[in-house]
């Protein structure tokens, strides 16, 4: 069975990849396990792909992974591969037919959300949907498009160069207004409260963990007045200031991404989650 180190430190098993039975070779001496593995690389090759708890059945969805996101696999149960994902280390159980092997990422889809088509037509028949963040290896330059190094393409105003980013994380926030409210989700169809965040800070070149406790305890500073940009963070829950006296966030209430009065908000949430746990302001903002 895996255990702590005998210094006590137990790594956290959201973003550290060990079980009862195996652990990363980079957590040898940090845990103890009967296994350590190095893992192999792969890339998720489907438009989303879920990363659950387990492998079970009806197991809960923890996150998502985005195509051409590479996750490191260390082991294989039936249909389900188990690692981490490269992009923000979160590690859970993902469908093996979702993986593919990994190329080089040049690109990423800067639109909520774009098609993949078989030709350079908009009339051509799109392959799949894939959603902002997604991952694309762009190999040639058409009339309006992009060619993917399998022969599919892109619009080209739907993308954008990895390492180029947006300067308002607001703005970006504010382009899913409306989507659904999904536990665990990361894509344009349904999201989390945290998802949300993580998303629209990456997309402006701020790094950004999965879950809102992680996001709490490493971004930024604490501040007692909120003003457009700050990030609160009530128990389970987060939210971005998106003018002085509205919140902007994914929330299992209105079951949708809504911008409402930060006062309504914290009367509410404060009957069933609590008073607002810390407000930070990013350090570069």
Known sequence: MAS????????????NPWRDDLAAEHLRGEVDAPRFVSGRDRQVCAPVTA??????????????????????????????????????DYVGYVLAEDLDAVETSTHG?????????????????????????????VVDTRPDFVELSDGAFVFDKHVAPLGSFRDDYIAVAR????????????????LDCSALVQIALTQCGHACPRDSDMQEQVLGTAVDHAQRGDLVFWKGHVGLISEDDCLLHANAYSMSVIEEDFAIVCKRIEGTAGPVRVIKRLDEA
């Open 51 to 88: 990363l659950r708890r387990s492998p079970a059945h009806g197991a809960m969805q923890d996150s998502q992974l985005l195509f051409g996101e590479v996750f490191r696999v260390y082991d294989r149960k039936g249909a389900w591969a188990w690692g981490q994902a490269q992009s923000d």
């Open 175 to 190: 382009e899913f207004i409306g989507t659904p409210y999904l536990w665990g989700g990361r894509e344009s169809l349904g």
């Open 4 to 15: 702590a180190s005998p210094s006590g430190h137990k790594p956290d098993p959201r973003i």
């Open 109 to 137: 889809v800067s639109a909520l959300r774009t098609f993949i088509y078989t030709d350079a037509d908009i009339k051509s028949r799109p392959l799949m949907a894939v959603s902002l963040g997604a991952r694309l290896n």
